[in-house]
């Protein structure tokens, strides 16, 4: 399938700074309104921008439809008044910095006022999650920044589905016209040397892998920072309590399957490898059951998509080495266990799951570094004695088993609440006390 895009008028992507945000006069309250119909305009079956979504994205993703459909239409979801809400109480100190200059006196007497500023916003989404696209607007818009978002060759589409059910409904609303999604090949020169500069923007938000990361950071310097969503790899854990009985350990596995299978285990979120207190007879009979629950068609998938040669051919080795591993299930795509004493030195893909045999958990946190998002526990009462290593082994979200899907609204993503780097904080210092 191919596409085209129109040609870049590079000038009208940029915002003068002679120019306010056109949101910045705008309450926090209104754009929220304005963000929750929207999200019921998403929500409509009948939504023939999202329909078309659907259908490009099915024809290039490498989802089954029906997850490119469910994740588009939960999308909407993100846009619940009620969530925004709390997701601005939990990132900003104060939410009305955000709608005006918030006065503070220190405890010398020194008057200052603080505010939240707008700042003008480059966003280079993934193309692995066609829902972020709409989260990304919708911070965008609770801190009424100016924005251009860089949409991924692998999703064109949902973006500019999203902007345009937002237009319908007021197509001179603020929100809108500080919105703008293009296209251009990551990497390219002739674009990215003109826009990724501190006179036309403030940050560039980057989501991706570490060559798209890497690519842009020859931009950063002094006045225009990086907000980087860097790769990340998922884990779980599992204790040998696991092992008490057969619907104890059954019960692991599947909540370890569906941390592995969600979104066809795209997402950085998706657990990769599982660490276990298992002797190997133990964890064979773990991985086999691992494996049959990974296979289960919970979002009737239909036909599965395959393994890539490179993969299926490193799996089929470790088949062969039975003495070190231990492969379970099919290379057909539907999902596979391989247990090992070591971690594989690949990244496992395609619903595949890496159970590796430990003397306890607590010496799996060895394997944990700055590139661990989130790590699901099992039994969940030992999240407790291993959070603090799993913090300073570089973990980021430490969760229940099974659990890996959905955060809590408003938790720090990647160690930070992104509102809060998102803006400008600004302050406006007034003297002392008595000097007027």
């Excluded at 266990?337 to 594989?344: G, T």
């Amino acid at each position: 399938m191919s596409f085209a895009t129109p040609k870049l008028d590079l000038n009208a992507l940029v915002q003068p700074r002679t120019e306010l945000p056109p949101m910045l006069n705008t309450s926090l309250a209104e754009i929220i309104d304005f963000l929750g119909e929207a999200g019921a305009r998403l929500a409509d079956p009948g939504n023939p921008h999202i329909e078309a979504c659907v259908e490009h994205l099915a024809k290039v993703s490498l989802q089954p439809r029906v997850a490119v459909e469910h994740m588009i239409r939960d999308a909407a979801s993100y846009l619940d008044p009620r969530s925004l809400r709390e997701l601005v109480e939990q990132n900003i100190p104060d939410p009305a910095a955000l709608d005006g200059w918030v006065p503070h006196t220190d405890h010398k007497g020194r008057r200052s006022f603080i505010r939240a500023y707008p700042s003008r916003l480059i966003h280079v989404l993934p193309g692995n999650a066609p829902g972020q696209g709409i989260r990304s607007i919708a911070q965008a818009a609770l801190v009424k920044s100016v924005n251009v978002f860089k949409m991924a060759s692998a999703d064109p589409f949902s973006t500019v589905a999203f902007l345009r059910t937002m237009a319908e409904i007021d197509p001179d609303h603020p929100v809108v016209r500080s919105m703008s999604a293009v296209y251009w090949r990551g990497g390219e020169d002739r674009v990215e040397r003109v826009l990724y500069r501190p006179q036309y923007f403030d940050k560039l938000v980057a989501w991706g892998g570490g060559d798209a990361i890497s690519s842009v950071m020859k931009y950063i310097g002094p006045g225009f920072q990086l907000v980087s969503f860097d790769p990340k790899t998922s884990i779980s854990m599992v204790g040998k309590e696991a092992f008490e009985s057969e619907e104890t350990m059954i019960r692991a596995a599947r909540l370890n399957a569906s941390d592995v299978a969600m979104a066809n285990q795209e997402a950085c979120v998706c657990s990769r490898f599982t660490f276990i207190e298992a002797t190997t007879e133990q964890a064979d009979r773990y991985c086999q059951v691992l494996a049959e629950h990974i296979r289960m068609d919970h979002m009737g998938e239909g036909t599965p998509r395959p393994l890539e040669a490179d993969l299926r051919e490193q799996i089929e080795t470790l088949r062969m080495m039975d003495e070190d591993y231990a492969v379970f299930g099919a290379l057909d795509g539907r999902g596979v266990a391989i247990r090992s004493d070591e971690p594989v030195d690949f990244h496992p893909l395609r619903k595949t799951a890496n159970v590796v045999c430990v003397p306890s958990l607590e010496r799996a946190v060895k394997y944990v570094n700055v590139a661990t998002q989130t790590v699901g526990v099992f039994p969940f009462h030992r999240m407790a004695d291993l959070r603090d290593q799993l913090a300073s082994g570089g973990a980021q979200r430490v969760v229940r088993l099974g659990e890996a899907g959905p955060s809590a609204i408003g938790n720090p993503h990647d160690a930070m609440y992104p509102l809060h780097r998102f803006v400008h904080w600004i302050a406006n210092e007034d003297g002392c006390e008595g000097d007027d």
